[in-house]
């Protein structure tokens, strides 16, 4: 089993920025990619972004592209969302994911471990 925990959610007002981190544990290897997504009250959990074992290779949504960059830390089982000039529509409760089998996937069924999420609040 893989065992996640993000932290770095909270409040913020339009136009701040928030960095969020992921720290996978337990029976990690090599080869994964990590995502992260979101789920606002009363939406699906969507996609916003993954990035490649070795970091190279990162995806975005059209929604957070050129505001949000994913990176994965010196220790490659951890990942951070760097949320700059957020909106009050980035509000939702973040997760990050892993995919063992290493694709940059935007549905959520790809990834088999998750975390328990961090909530971003952000106000207009």
């Known amino acids: 089993q893989v065992q996640l925990g993000e932290s770095g959610g909270g409040l913020a007002q339009a136009g701040d920025s928030l960095r969020l981190s992921c720290a996978a544990s337990?029976?990690?290897?090599?080869?994964?990619?990590m995502g992260w997504f979101r789920q606002a009250p009363g939406k699906e959990r969507e996609f916003v972004a993954a990035i490649s074992w070795s970091g190279r290779d990162t995806y975005y949504s059209d929604s957070v592209k050129g505001r949000f960059t994913i990176s994965r830390g010196f220790a490659a089982n951890t990942v951070f969302l760097q949320m700059n000039n957020l909106k009050p529509e980035d509000t939702a409760v973040y997760f990050c994911a892993v995919d063992r089998h290493g694709s940059l996937g935007v549905v959520a069924t790809v990834y088999e471990f998750w975390g328990q999420g961090t909530q971003v609040t952000v106000s207009a």
């Open positions: 337990g029976r990690t290897f090599g080869g994964y990619s």
